[in-house]
């Protein structure tokens, strides 16, 4: 079974199984499990079922398998002439989440 599911920001079509990465899910450890209730559309072919805008009752189980970092970006700003350059650097706090259960 399929399910569009929306979390940290952003949607994802998934199946069970499926690993995503995502916005880390805050206060969370490794190992903990975390119910994903914004289900925009679940099923496949007949079943298929679209909420307005989540379906009430359907829910994702995910089980969070690790708490990363993403890679380095590095920001850098200069004014031609002037004598101004600026340096920053941003790495994002990510989870990898895995799919463990669809309920509809």
């Known amino acids: 079974m399929k399910a569009t599911i929306k979390t940290q920001g952003q ?13 880390r899910y805050p206060n969370t450890v490794a190992g903990a499990i975390v119910e ?3 289900v925009l559309a679940t099923g496949e072919g007949e ?10 009752g359907a829910s994702v189980s995910a089980k969070i398998l ?12 200069k004014k031609k002439r002037k004598g101004m350059e600026r ?6 706090e990510l ?10």
Not at 87 to 92: E, F, I, L, V
């Open 87 to 92: 340096k920053r650097g941003h790495r994002q």
């Open 47 to 56: 079943s298929f079922k679209v909420g307005t805008p989540t379906l009430p």
């Open 95 to 104: 989870s990898v989440i895995k799919i463990e259960s669809i309920t509809a």
């Open 11 to 23: 949607q994802f079509t998934v199946t069970e199984g499926d690993i995503l990465i995502v916005n």
């Open 36 to 38: 994903i209730k914004d």
């Open 66 to 77: 690790e708490n990363k970092r993403g890679d380095k970006v590095i920001v850098f700003k």
